[in-house]
């Protein structure tokens, strides 16, 4: 069983090991900077911080028969302030016309903007390589136990969500994009660039060309990179779009993906999040459909939160487990019958 929990201190080692990852940019290498955002994080799940939207929620998938950390998630309560704005590129045209040659075109268009009140995040997905594709499909669990939590802790978040989702890097790593337009007005790496980035973002403002950039003058690579996804990263695009998020024609500045917009009213799994009691066994629920989604405690301890991955049958009242692992859920959760529960189908 893949236990959905906050992260803790004792998940440092399996961050910084994620870290190594290739293609992974949302966390630094460096172990004293991991540790303050595990620190960022508990205070977050606390409610410890001094302005609720300065939060950062961590989530981890432990395997509770290795007690293994394989994948985690995040959710940032807002991503842009004055101090460290949401920086993006609006896509765009412009139509040009001579009447003189009878003869026109189409330009495609990139201008930097910028929100400095912007919407809460979620982000920061790695998964194990050992464990893509696997039966337990853990890449979902722990996808989705950020909308659950976001269900039950509506307060914490803005009403806007964003999706920052990863590009297509050439063999060597790199983003077409960044090389065409980053690394020119920068001369920075993008590895390098990206890190800097978390740190302080004010040489986006002062190096990056402030008026239109005709795509018509990037190469080829550089154009079709953008608002496109990489390989890796095309199934949590299927299923975004399928939950209820869009593309806005808004892009990162440093690789071109794409950022994926939604009302959190909106999101499919979070409409959709019933609070019930739970049964022991299924009873005379037996006769409804069964369905897979994540269940946790109603009311969660101040600090943590607990969900698993579960196939249920429920009336509008009631809850009971399927398949034989009501004990080993009612133990990892904490559960008694009658207990109230939240659940959340996948879709």
Not at 18 to 43: M, V
Not at 155 to 183: D, Q, T, Y
Not at 314 to 340: F, P, W
């Amino acid at each position: 069983m893949i236990l959905l929990r906050e992260i803790q201190e004792r998940d440092v080692d399996a961050l910084e090991g994620f870290a190594q990852i290739p293609g992974f940019i949302n966390l630094t290498k460096d172990k004293a900077a991991i540790r303050e955002k595990i620190r960022r994080s508990r205070s977050s799940f606390k409610e410890q911080l001094d302005d609720k939207l300065d939060g950062k929620y961590i989530f981890v998938a432990e395997d509770l028969s290795s007690h293994k950390v394989i994948g985690t998630s995040l959710i940032a309560a807002r991503h842009g302030t004055e101090g460290s704005p949401h920086f993006y590129f609006q896509v765009g045209s412009e139509e040009r016309f001579s009447d003189t040659i009878q003869t026109g075109f189409i330009h495609g268009t990139l201008r930097l903007k910028a929100d400095t009140d912007g919407p809460s995040e979620i982000g920061g997905l790695v998964l194990d390589p050992d464990q893509r594709n696997s039966d337990a499909r853990v890449g979902r669990q722990i996808s989705f136990v950020r909308f659950l939590f976001l269900a039950l802790n509506r307060n914490l978040f803005k009403r806007k969500i964003l999706a920052e989702l990863m590009p297509p890097l050439n063999e060597e790593g790199r983003s077409p994009l960044w090389e065409a337009i980053g690394r020119r007005f920068t001369n920075m790496d993008y590895w390098e660039a990206d890190q800097l980035c978390q740190k302080d973002k004010t040489f986006i403002f002062s190096l990056f060309p402030s008026g239109k950039i005709y795509t018509t003058f990037l190469s080829a690579d550089a154009r079709n990179a953008i608002g496109k996804v990489g390989r890796d990263t095309e199934p949590v695009l299927h299923m975004l779009k399928k939950i209820g998020f869009s593309y806005k024609n808004q892009i990162d500045p440093f690789d071109g993906g794409p950022h994926l917009w939604a009302n959190v009213e909106n999101i499919r799994p979070v409409k959709r999040v019933a609070q019930l009691l739970f049964a022991d066994s299924v009873g005379s629920l037996s006769k409804q459909r069964v369905e897979s989604g994540l269940l946790c405690k109603a009311k969660q301890i101040s600090g943590e939160f607990r969900a698993v991955a579960v196939d249920v049958q429920r009336n509008s009242k009631r809850l009971a487990i399927v398949g034989g692992e009501s004990t080993k859920v009612m133990q990892t959760l904490g559960l008694t019958k009658g207990a109230a529960v939240a659940f959340m189908p996948y879709y």
